[in-house]
């Protein structure tokens, strides 16, 4: 079981660090779009790798990443597949302490979430708002 996990995490190492050599080497822009082609359904590894993106260059690289990720979407009608991207940038303003980006992100995490009945999610997402 655990031989299964290792092997995953090492194929997702290796996933990303090909993204990564994508995003540097290329225009960021082209680089999102192409991965968009390449994981159509599969949006949740490209917003991984925002995380993956803050460990290597730092948490604004990873927001500016998730900036041009959601604008490729809508450029390809893909609306549906932001909310996530509005959680991950909550969460990298939370990281370098910016309350008021975080709270921001996360309402509209919350909002999007919402809007597609997924209220579990909006819930979780507002948790990240300030009280």
Same mark, same amino acid.
């Given at each position: 079981? =655990?031989?299964?996990?290792? $092997?995953? !995490? ?5 996933? *990303?660090?090909?993204? =990564? %050599? @994508? ?6 822009? $082209? ?9 159509? +359904?599969?949006?949740?590894? /490209?917003?991984? *790798?925002? &995380? ?11 927001? +500016? =990443?998730? $900036? /041009? ?31 008021? #980006? !975080?709270? /921001?992100? %996360? /309402?509209?995490?919350?909002? #999007? &979430? ?12 507002? @948790?990240?708002?300030?009280?």
């Amino acid at each position: 079981m =655990y031989g299964r996990n290792q $092997d995953l !995490r090492r194929n997702m190492d290796a996933l *990303f660090s090909s993204l =990564y %050599a @994508k995003y540097t080497t290329s225009k960021p822009l $082209d680089a999102v779009t192409s991965a968009i082609v390449e994981f159509n +359904d599969k949006i949740d590894i /490209l917003v991984e *790798f925002a &995380f993956y993106l803050a460990g290597r260059e730092g948490e604004r690289t990873a927001i +500016d =990443y998730c $900036d /041009l990720l959601r604008e490729a979407l809508i450029d390809n009608r893909m609306e549906d597949h932001i909310a996530p991207i509005f959680l991950a940038e909550a969460k990298l303003f939370d990281n370098i302490g910016i309350g008021m #980006s !975080r709270d /921001l992100f %996360a /309402l509209e995490a919350a909002d #999007s &979430f919402a809007q597609q009945g997924r209220f579990t999610e909006a819930e979780a997402a507002l @948790k990240l708002v300030a009280a």
